[in-house]
């Protein structure tokens, strides 16, 4: 009897080892790895990439995609590290969550022997992946920027919510500060808002009690634009000052796209662009391209003439 | 073991003796107002002291909770993630409830009620993991705080729900509104402050509270239900997260994934600098008051100021939370 079940257990191995052996010659497999959803840009890339990986999935069937969503850092190193020795994963379409934390795990992947693709946020490694996908972080700072000087040609005061203390904050930071420099535009304040709704409410509060003019609003995130814009609804002072965000929430592009005039523009840094890094690496398989090197989205200014091309009805984000 | 427990009754009646145990949280508190006043001249007014009373509210309500829970012993790490899903199940459920009751207060009614079930809910499955299940309080609520997180998540798509835009605005008022200029949430705080401190004070349940927190063996001796006096801490804590979260919503009318964070180390630091002990057995709500305004102060005075780098607003906060425990530590037993 023990016998009989350890024979067919064997064989029932053997099958499976088999068909992943003859899988593997022709199919491709590829790991996408993101940060869990833990406010509303996360949510995006989720929905972006799952969105990808189901559109890819139908079209190439002999690609086959590993889907990761994890917490934190440690998580997502044993997501990948379990891609590569169990899945037997050809590539890896990454957006690390902490890349410092990531950069040897990710490099680990590459020396044996993946294609490496990372997303958004830069490793602290040159050289590690073999395609690089991000948004214009010094960009979107920059855009922002010459937005309100030509909507204050004269001089204004500005105060900026900025996201949490990492480097993307820091390069959007630099770029609108690099941007706004020799202008008359004087910048009152920045505080961290923590790319949070209820952070820009309380840190805009603030700033309204403090400052009693206050011509222009950069908040370098949609999230943190919704707060301080009921901060300012309060304080009753909608006519005095409009805000800058960035990201393009649909909430925000729909207010820009309907001509509001307390958000005339946004910036754009959409999570789409896990999809671009995902499209890129299949082509990279499937259709013999070179795929290699950086690829920079533009931060385009969204108005109220362009608005209707960012939006997208079924976006969580 | 037996030493420690008259002793504490006896602590709880001379409780407007001026030690510095009980001065501590108001020195620091004087002081935070003092530094306010140095610092900006707007600080005093009106709607600033406004603003920060009530958007400390939601903290507030849900601190009272929590200093039941901490007097007797427990820990409830899962308010912060239980407001989330709370706000966002009510606003789903007052979504869903348009077509049949049309926009006005009868969505809304119903919204609450909702919320507040769903609050004492919560409380019930917490309370029995931990008094019927013997499950330490850390774990149960480590445990709740993941899978409420995730639930807001889940039911958001990642991404926020949003309240019909129509209601929301028949909402709004209870946030941004109030009785003779004082905004509604300030109210509900102050209310929810002085009946947590008459039940505290006066009550079989608050002294029952602390005795367990104190000693439970001897708590059990002296025909205390240990078990349902901790259960109803704990329902007592969700149904507080509810009633904070009724006050949240009309404000931005919206829930995601990052709603409530860190609430629950707020909360807990309320408690703590006020004067409840965090391994229980003694409490006192209106030091709990002191300490979530005093944090909300500290939040407020950064941001009024330029002289601290944004990057040690950190430091400095936790700074002040270890100098108001500090003012007010025990004397070293002689």
Redesign the interface.
């Known amino acids: 009897m023990k016998l009989a079940k350890t024979l067919m257990a064997s064989v029932v191995i053997a099958t499976g080892l088999g068909g992943v052996a003859l899988a593997q010659d022709d199919t491709v497999t590829i790991g996408v790895s993101v940060p869990a959803a833990t406010h509303g840009w996360t949510g995006g890339v989720n929905y972006f990439a799952q969105q990808a990986i189901n559109r890819l999935g139908e079209t190439y069937p002999n690609v086959e995609f590993v889907f990761a969503s994890s917490p934190d850092s440690p998580k997502q190193i044993a997501d990948i590290e379990d891609m590569v020795s169990t899945r037997g994963i050809d590539a890896l379409v990454i957006l690390p969550g902490d890349p410092d934390a990531m950069t040897s795990a990710i490099k680990q992947v590459k020396d044996a022997g993946k294609f490496v693709t990372v997303v958004d946020r830069q490793l602290s490694i040159d050289g590690v992946e073999n395609l690089y996908v991000a948004g214009d972080n010094p960009g979107l700072g920059a855009n922002a920027a010459e937005y309100i000087k030509e909507r204050l040609p004269d001089g204004g005061n500005v105060v900026i919510l900025r996201g949490l203390p990492i480097p993307i904050d820091q390069q959007r930071f630099d770029g609108f500060m690099g941007s706004i420099e020799g202008s008359n535009i004087m910048v009152l304040e920045n505080q961290f808002a923590n790319w949070n709704r209820d952070d820009g409410f309380r840190v805009m509060q603030d700033f309204l009690t403090r400052f009693p003019e206050i011509d222009a609003v950069w908040t370098q995130d949609d999230d943190i634009s919704l707060g301080a814009i009921e901060a300012i609804k309060q304080a009753g002072r909608e006519d005095e000052m409009f805000v800058v965000g960035g990201a393009g929430m649909q909430q925000i592009i729909q207010a820009v796209a309907n001509g509001d005039a307390l958000t005339p523009v946004d910036v754009s840094y959409s999570p789409a662009m896990i999809a671009t890094a995902i499209e890129l690496t299949t082509s990279h398989f499937t259709g013999g391209i070179q795929v290699a090197g950086r690829y920079i989205l533009d931060s385009t200014l969204i108005t109220q003439d362009n608005a209707e091309q960012f939006l997208d009805a079924d976006s969580p984000f | 073991m037996s030493v420690s427990a008259p002793e504490i009754p006896a602590k709880a009646r001379t409780g407007f003796k001026w030690d510095l145990k009980t001065v501590g949280p108001l020195a620091a508190l004087a002081l935070l107002v003092l530094l306010g006043i140095t610092l900006?001249e707007?600080f005093l007014?009106y709607?600033?002291i406004t603003?920060v009373l009530a958007?400390s509210s939601f903290i507030g309500i849900i601190a009272i909770g929590a200093t039941f829970v901490i007097t007797s012993g427990g820990l409830d790490l899962s308010v912060g993630s239980m407001a989330a899903v709370i706000a966002g199940v009510m606003i789903m459920v007052m979504n869903w409830l348009i077509p049949t009751f049309g926009i006005g207060w009868g969505v809304i009614l119903a919204g609450m009620a909702a919320g507040i079930l769903l609050g004492g809910v919560a409380g019930v499955g917490n309370g029995l993991m931990i008094t019927r299940g013997r499950i330490e309080a850390f774990i149960v609520t480590l445990g709740t705080m993941g899978i409420f997180r995730s639930l807001v998540?889940f039911l958001?798509?990642?991404?926020?729900l949003?309240l019909n835009f129509q209601v929301a605005d028949v909402y709004r008022p209870v946030y941004?509104n109030g009785f003779l200029g004082i905004p509604y949430p300030i109210l509900v705080f102050a209310l929810v402050a002085i009946i947590g401190e008459l039940v505290m004070r006066r009550t079989a349940f608050g002294r029952h509270c602390a005795a367990i927190g104190s000693n439970e063996q001897v708590a059990r001796y002296s025909s205390i239900n240990v078990d349902n006096v901790r259960l109803i801490t704990y329902i007592l804590q969700g149904i507080l997260v509810a009633v904070a979260v009724l006050l949240y919503v009309p404000?931005?009318g919206?829930a995601?994934?990052?709603?409530g964070?860190l609430w629950e180390l707020e909360a807990i630091a309320a408690v703590i600098i006020g004067g409840t002990t965090l391994k229980g057995g003694y409490g006192r709500v209106w030091g709990t008051v002191v300490g979530v305004i005093i944090l909300g102060l500290i939040?407020?005075i950064?941001?009024?100021q330029?002289f601290i780098s944004?990057?040690l607003?950190g430091a400095f906060q936790g700074v002040i939370i270890i100098l108001a425990v500090l003012l007010q530590r025990p004397k070293r037993p002689s």
């Open positions: 900006n707007n007014t709607n600033n603003n958007r998540t958001a798509d990642g991404g926020t949003s941004y404000r931005l919206s995601s994934s990052t709603t964070v939040g407020n950064l941001n009024l330029s944004p990057y607003n």
